[in-house]
């Protein structure tokens, strides 16, 4: 009986953490935007393949969506640098890998000029994304709009998340020269 009545005390806006024994004392809001990041990226992952399987492409991984969608933002030619670039991969090996099951599906093109190899999206590639959309316009975009939430909250929230990126990049950096 004494659980149930202190669990009904419990406070659902309390900081939630994955790795307690890795916080300072002043370090609680770090390991919860950790904790938030965790869940966020796990569900958006699982979001992507779920929408890419609804709209009729089963055999793609979060990358291979991520990296469909790059090559064919803006309707330009991509190089396989420039696309790590972008999306902040640093193994090459694995953007690679997804552009040649992309290439194999039929979803991507590769066109040799000179010594340098570029992606552009096919029409079935172009219209795999306008697919992707149309399901997510449907089942996350209509969600969203019904949230009261301001616009430039969203985008806050994006610009910490970048400059939080940036924080985790300089930290990866100095791990990497002890």
């Known amino acids: 009986m004494k659980d149930d009545k202190q669990q009904s005390k419990v406070n659902p806006f309390a900081p939630i953490v994955s790795s307690e024994h890795l916080i300072s004392p002043d370090s ?8 938030g990041m965790i869940i966020a990226h796990n569900a ?13 492409y089963a055999d793609f991984s979060t990358l291979d969506v991520l990296v469909l969608h790059n090559v064919n933002h803006r309707n330009r030619s991509k190089r396989l ?10 193994d090459q090996h694995t953007v690679n890998y997804s552009l040649k ?5 039929k979803l991507v093109e590769r066109e040799k000029r000179g010594k340098e190899i570029f992606y552009l999206a096919t029409d079935k590639g172009i219209e795999a994304c306008k697919r992707y959309r149309e399901i997510r316009e449907q089942c996350l975009t209509s969600a969203y709009r019904s949230l009261d939430k301001e616009g430039s909250e ?5 610009a910490l998340l970048r400059l939080m990126s940036g924080l985790y990049d ?3 950096r100095a791990a990497s020269s002890l």
């Open 81 to 90: 640098v420039d696309i790590c670039f972008v999306l902040h991969v640093e």
């Open 101 to 105: 099951k992309l290439v194999k599906g």
């Open 44 to 56: 958006f992952s699982r979001w992507m393949i779920r929408c890419m399987h609804a709209a009729g």
């Open 170 to 172: 300089q930290a990866s």
């Open 154 to 158: 969203i985008s806050q929230a994006a």
């Open 28 to 35: 609680w809001p770090l390991s919860e935007f950790e904790y």
